[in-house]
C-alpha cells in the first residue's frame, strides 16, 4: 500500500481552536507514553491498546460534538474518554485499578466509562458497540431530545454481522447517530485488504443508503471540519459513516509481536504523525511558536504527572465489596 | 374476576405497560404488522402506532443490542426475541454487554431492559425450534430470569420486569398459551418461589411449562409443588422448607439434564438441606437429544407426568 | 408496491425442457396443495411453510446444477428438496415423522436432507444456511473439485449477520457458491421496505464486490435460464448472487392470520402464478396440448398418492432408540 | 523426553495435525501473520501456507459456520475462535448447526468439526474477556467438550478431537500456557477423567485451569484430586470410586457458581453416590460477578488454593 504524502497546506481555523486541538492530542500523547511506561514496570496490567497515532481523531471529532451527545467507544479509548472530559486522574487511576478510577478500578483500560460525560465505554468486544449507539440514537429520537449519538469503531468491526445490523437499523429508521471508523489499517494483524473484499469502506456504508464522508485521519484539521459536517448532517438528516484514514504507531496490544508489517511502511506513516505535521503547518502559517509548543507540552506533562500522583495514592476498594454493582441496589 | 388466557394475560400485560409509561415501547420481529407470531401482540399496533410497537428486520443481535442502547438512553425498551432458539444470535449482547455494563462502569449504567422470548418444546416443531434454555441464562450474573407458569404470573410479570432497574429475561410458554386462570391484576413480586401445591410424601420442584405435568402428577403421589417462578437469583427457602417435611423431592425441568437448571437446584439442595433428605433427590429433564420431530418421539425426549410420577416413586424404592 | 405484468413472450426452450419443467413445478404444487390438507387433518404437524407461488425459482434454478454440486435451503423447502431428487415418498413420509422419512422423521417439514442428493437441509436459523454454504465451497475449493453449492434463502436472511458475513468470506475467498435469494417481498409479516434501508438487494450483493443477477422468479424459463448464467459464473470466476423476484400465494405458515396484506394484493399476484402463465405462453406457440397438461398434472397427482399411500404405511420409530444419530456409532 | 510448555504442546499438536492428514486446515482470526493472539500458531503459516493457515476477517458467525461447511464437505477443518468471549457470536452455527445437524438429518450428516478456543481469568482482562463458558458448552447434546489441563493433553487432544466424527470444542487455558511438562506424544482418549494424584481424606474434582490450584490445596488436606478433561460426555466412575474410599468431596470450577459445570457434577454424584457422602459436597466456583479488572478483586472473584483448602476442611466441620 502506498502512503499517501503527509498532511500539508494552510490550516484554516482560529488559532484558539488549533492550539486547543494541538493541546488535546498532546494530552492524549503524553498520558499514553505514560501508560506503555507504567505497564512495563506492571502497575497497569491486562491489556493496554494505546491510540499513539491516532491522537488526531479523538481530537478533531470530539471538539465537534456538543456536551449533550452520547460518546460510544472500544478497547482503544483512553484518548476518547480525556478528550470528552473525563480527567486524566480518573483515567489513570482506572487503569491502576484503583476505587477512584472512573469505572472504580472494575474496568480498566478497555472500560473506560463515565456517565456525567455521556461518555459509553470502553467495548471490548469487536463490534460490540454499534448496536447499542442505535441504540442510544434510538432513544434520543424517540424522546425527541436533539442530542447525537457518535460511535468510535475500528475498521475490523467492519465484517462483524454487528455492523451490517446496525447500520442497516440506523438507515432505515432514521438514526441521529454517527458511524466513526477508525481505519487504521489492521485488524491486530490482519490488513484490511485480508478481511474485505470491497476495502472502500465508504462504498460499502453507502450500500445502506447512507450517507458517507471520508477524512484524512492524520489531519486534525481536516478530521475536525470532517466531524462537523457529519454532526450538522446527524442532526438534520440522518446516519453517517465517517471514515478517517488512520494508522497506529505502536502494536496492537502490549503483546503483539508486529509480525505482520515491516517497520518502513511504520516509519513511512510516521512521517505523517498528526503531531509533527500539524504543529509544523502551524508554525508555519505563524500560528504556533516553539516555545508555545513547548508550554503545550509541559502542561500535558504536568497533566500526567498529576495523574500518576493521583492514582498511585488512589485506594483498593475492599474486597468484600466484590458483588457491589453486579446489579442496582434498590 | 373471570378467567383468561395465558396469551390474554401476556398481552394484556403489554397493554398495561405501554399504556401506562410512555418510556415503554415493543419492538422485535413481527411484533407489529402480523401480530406477533403467538399472536401476544396482536392489536397492539393499531392502538399505539409503529414507533412504540415497532417491527424489526431480522436481526436479533442488532435489535437487543439496540434496546441495551434506548434503555440506557432512558426509555424502558420491551424487546421480543421471538424464540429462545433465535436468541443465541443475541447473545453476545445479552451476556457481554446488558448483563456486565454495570459492573463493568463501577456501577454508573444500569440496563432497564426487558427482554421477552418464547421457549420450550411440545409442539412438534424440531431440534431447531424446541430449545429450553432459559436454565443457561440462568447462569449469567446482571441479569434476573423469569418464567411465568400460571395466568397471573403472565399478567403480573411484566410489569415488576419494567420496574427492575435491571435487566430481566422474561420466558414465556406457547405450551400454556392456552392455559386458563384468574389474573387479578395486583402486582406480583419477581424474587420468590411458590408453593403452587401443598402435599407431604414429596416434593416436586419446577418451573414454567413443567408446572400443569408436575402438578399432575403431584396428585398420584402427594406431591408439594414447588414453582420457582424466578430462575435468577433462586429463592430456595420454599424448597428447603417443603423438604423438612417431605425430605424427598424430585427436580422437573424441561432443559436437557447435564448441566440443566435441575442440576443447580439439586447443587442447592445437597448445600442447604442435605442432612434432611431421606433419599438423593431425582431429575426429571429432557433427554438428551435434540427434541425431534415424531410426536412419539417428542414426547419420550420431554418430561412427562408418568416420568415424574415414576420418579417420585423410585425415591420410595 | 406495484405488481409487474405477468410474464409473457416467447419461451426460448427446447419444448422437452419447458416440458419438464412444467411437471417439476406441478409436482411441487400438487404435493404442496396435499400438505396443506393433511395438515388440516391432522396428519402432519410442526411447521409448515408452503412454497405455493414461488415454485418456479426452485424448478428453474435446480435443472441448472450438476449432479455433484451441493444444495443448501430453509425450512420453506419441499420443492427444493422433491426437484434435487429426494423422492415424494420419503418427503411426505418425513412429514408423517416416519422412519422411511429422507431425515428418518427426526426432522419434519423443515428438516429435509439427503446425502446421496448431496442436499444439505433444511436450515430453520434465518440465515443459517449461509455461512454453511460458504464453508462447502471452501472445501470443494480447497480439494480442486468442480461442484459448485447454491444456496437458496428468503430476502429476510439479507437483514441477518449471517448474511454480511457470509457475503464477504465468499467474495475475499473467491468462493465457488450460488447465493440464490428468494425475494418473496416479505419475511413472515415483514414487507422488504420496513426490513431494509436499501431494498435493492442486489445493489446490496455488489458492496461487497459479488458479481450479480436477477430474474422475474415467477417466470421458470427465465430463472432457468439466470441460474445457468449463475452456474456459469461460479464454476469459472466466482460466487454470484441471484434475486428471483417471486411471490407466495399462502400464509407464511399454517399459523398465520396474514393481517400484513391485502387480499387484493395477493391476487393481483396470483395473475403472474408460475404454473397457468407458464403453461398458457407454452400452449400459445403450441408447445403444450390441454392434454399434455392433464397427462403431466395427472402424473403428478399420482405421485402424490403414492407418497400419502407410503407415508401412511411408513413405521414409526421405537422411542428406544430415541438417543440414535446424536452422535456417530464409532 | 524433555519438557515442553504447554503452549508449546498445543502448537506442536497443531503441527502434526496438519502434517499427517491434507484434509485439515486452521482458520481463525489471526492464526496467520500475526502468529496467533497467544503465539500458538506462530510459524505454521510459514510453513503450510495461506490457504491452510487461514487468517479470517472477524466474523466470528461466519467462519465458524464455514468451519461446518467445511468440514460436510470432507474437510477437517480446525476452527480457532480467539477466546470463548468472542464465541458467545457464533454461538447460533455451533448449538443450532454443528450439534443438531447429524440427529436433525436422521443420521445422515456427521460434522468432524474441531473448534478451539480459549477460556478463563485471571491476567486482569476484566468482564467482557474473562469468561470461563465450558461448561455452559457441555450442556449441548452432539458435542464434544474437552479442557486439556496437562502438558500431556494439550499434545494429544487435539488429534483425538480430529479423529472424532462429531464436532469437539477444545478448550485451552492460558493461565496454564507457560506450564512445562512432559508431552509423550502418545495417544490420549477424550473420553476419560483421571486421577491426578491420590489422596484419602477428600476428593478434589476439577478441570483446566483450576487444576494447578486443586494440586497445591491437595497437598495441604490429604486430597485425591480428579481431573474431568472432558466435560461432555462426563466420566463420574472416577469420581464415584474416589468417594468409596474419601467419603466427602470438593469440586472446583472456575465458572460462576450458580449453573456452572460443577453443579452438574454435584448432581451426579447425588445421583450415583449419595450414599457414600459423610457429608454434602461443597463447590468452590467463581463469585457471581463479572470478573473486574483490580488485580486483588479479581483473585477475589477467582478460585484459589486458600478457598479450596478452606472447603475442604469445612467438610469435616
Ligand atoms: C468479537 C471480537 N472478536 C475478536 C476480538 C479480539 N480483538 C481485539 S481487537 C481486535 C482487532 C480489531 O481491529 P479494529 O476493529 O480495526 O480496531 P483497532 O484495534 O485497529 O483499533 C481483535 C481481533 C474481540 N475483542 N472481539
Ligand atoms: C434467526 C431467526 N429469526 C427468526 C425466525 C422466525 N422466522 C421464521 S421464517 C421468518 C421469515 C423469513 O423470511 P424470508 O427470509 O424472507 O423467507 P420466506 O419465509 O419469505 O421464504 C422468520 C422471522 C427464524 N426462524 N430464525
Ligand atoms: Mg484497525
Ligand atoms: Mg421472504
Known amino acids: 500500500m502506498k502512503v499517501p504524502p503527509p498532511p500539508s497546506g494552510k490550516v484554516e481555523l482560529p488559532v484558539a481552536l488549533s492550539l486547543a486541538l494541538l493541546a488535546d492530542m498532546l494530552r492524549i500523547r503524553r498520558m499514553e507514553e505514560k501508560c506503555a511506561e507504567l505497564y512495563g514496570e506492571g502497575k497497569i496490567r491486562g491489556f493496554l491498546h494505546l491510540y499513539i497515532g491516532e491522537e488526531a481523531v479523538a481530537a478533531g471529532a470530539m471538539r465537534a460534538l456538543a456536551p449533550e451527545d452520547n460518546i460510544v467507544a472500544t478497547y482503544r479509548e483512553h484518548g476518547h474518554a480525556l478528550l470528552r472530559g473525563v480527567s486524566m486522574d480518573r483515567i489513570m487511576a482506572e487503569m491502576y485499578g484503583k476505587r477512584e478510577g472512573c469505572s472504580g478500578g472494575r474496568g480498566g483500560s478497555m472500560h473506560l466509562f463515565d456517565a456525567a460525560a455521556r461518555f459509553y465505554g470502553g467495548n471490548a468486544i469487536v463490534g460490540g458497540g454499534l448496536p447499542l449507539a442505535a441504540g442510544l440514537a434510538l432513544a434520543a429520537k424517540l424522546k425527541k431530545e436533539s442530542r447525537i449519538t457518535a460511535c468510535f469503531f475500528g475498521e475490523g468491526a467492519v465484517a462483524e454481522g454487528a455492523f451490517h445490523e446496525s447500520m442497516n437499523l440506523a438507515q432505515l429508521w432514521r438514526l441521529p447517530v454517527a458511524y466513526f471508523c477508525e481505519n487504521n489499517l489492521y485488524a491486530m494483524g490482519t490488513a484490511l485488504e485480508r478481511s474485505e473484499s470491497q476495502t472502500d469502506l465508504c462504498a460499502k456504508a453507502a450500500s445502506y443508503g447512507m450517507a458517507t464522508l471520508k477524512a484524512d485521519g492524520m489531519d486534525v484539521a481536516a478530521v475536525h471540519k470532517t466531524a462537523q459536517r457529519a454532526r450538522e448532517h446527524v442532526a438534520t438528516k440522518g446516519p453517517v459513516f465517517v471514515e478517517f484514514q488512520t494508522y497506529r504507531f505502536r502494536a496492537h496490544s502490549m503483546f503483539d509481536p508486529e509480525l505482520y508489517r515491516d517497520k518502513g511502511e511504520v516509519e513511512a506513516w510516521k512521517e505523517r504523525g498528526p503531531l509533527h505535521t500539524f504543529s509544523a503547518r502551524l508554525k508555519a502559517q505563524g500560528d504556533l511558536t516553539e516555545g508555545r509548543f513547548l508550554e503545550l507540552d509541559r502542561a500535558a506533562q504536568a497533566e500526567v504527572d498529576k495523574a500518576v500522583a493521583f492514582a498511585e495514592a488512589g485506594t483498593r476498594e475492599p474486597a468484600e465489596d466484590l458483588a457491589k454493582d453486579v446489579t442496582t441496589p434498590s | ?317
Chains 1, 3 share one sequence.
Not at chain 2, 104 to 131: E, I, K, N, Y
Not at chain 2, 217 to 234: C, F, K, N, S, Y
Not at chain 2, 256 to 278: C, H, K, N
Open chain 2, 1 to 317: 374476576m373471570s378467567a383468561i388466557s395465558y396469551r390474554e394475560a401476556l398481552r394484556l400485560a403489554l397493554d398495561e405497560a405501554l399504556e401506562k409509561d410512555e418510556r415503554v415501547f415493543l419492538m422485535g420481529e413481527d411484533v407489529g404488522r402480523y401480530g406477533g407470531t403467538y399472536a401476544v401482540s396482536k392489536g397492539l399496533l393499531e392502538k399505539y402506532g409503529s414507533e412504540r410497537v415497532r417491527d424489526t428486520p431480522l436481526s436479533e443481535l442488532g435489535f437487543v443490542g439496540a434496546g441495551i442502547g434506548a434503555a440506557l438512553g432512558g426509555m424502558r425498551p420491551i424487546v421480543e426475541v421471538m424464540t429462545v432458539n433465535f436468541s443465541l444470535l443475541a447473545l453476545d449482547q445479552i451476556v457481554n454487554t446488558a448483563a456486565l455494563l454495570r459492573h463493568m462502569s463501577g456501577g454508573q449504567f444500569s440496563v432497564p431492559l426487558v427482554v421477552r422470548m418464547a421457549t420450550g418444546a411440545g409442539r412438534q416443531l424440531a431440534a431447531q425450534h424446541s430449545h429450553s434454555l432459559e436454565g443457561w441464562y440462568a447462569h449469567i450474573p446482571g441479569i434476573r430470569i423469569v418464567a411465568p407458569a400460571t395466568v397471573e404470573d403472565a399478567r403480573g410479570m411484566l410489569g415488576a420486569a419494567l420496574a427492575d432497574p435491571d435487566p430481566v429475561l422474561v420466558f414465556e410458554y406457547p405450551a400454556l398459551f392456552e392455559t386458563k386462570g384468574e389474573a387479578s391484576g395486583g402486582k406480583v413480586d419477581i424474587a420468590s418461589s411458590k408453593v403452587r401445591r401443598e402435599g407431604s410424601r414429596v416434593t416436586l420442584v419446577t418451573y414454567g411449562g413443567c408446572l400443569p405435568k408436575a402438578m399432575q402428577a403431584a396428585e398420584q403421589v402427594d406431591g408439594e409443588v414447588i414453582d420457582l417462578r424466578v430462575l435468577r437469583p433462586l429463592d430456595m427457602a420454599p424448597v428447603v422448607g417443603s423438604l423438612k417435611k417431605t425430605r424427598r423431592a424430585v427436580v422437573v425441568d424441561e432443559g436437557w439434564r447435564s448441566g440443566g437448571l435441575a442440576a443447580e437446584v439439586m447443587a442447592r439442595i445437597m448445600e442447604q438441606a442435605f442432612y434432611e433428605l431421606d433419599a438423593p433427590v431425582a431429575r426429571v429433564c429432557s433427554e438428551e437429544v435434540p427434541v425431534p420431530y415424531a410426536k412419539h418421539l417428542e414426547e419420550a425426549a420431554l418430561p412427562q407426568t408418568e416420568k415424574i410420577v415414576a420418579a417420585a416413586q423410585g425415591l420410595f424404592a
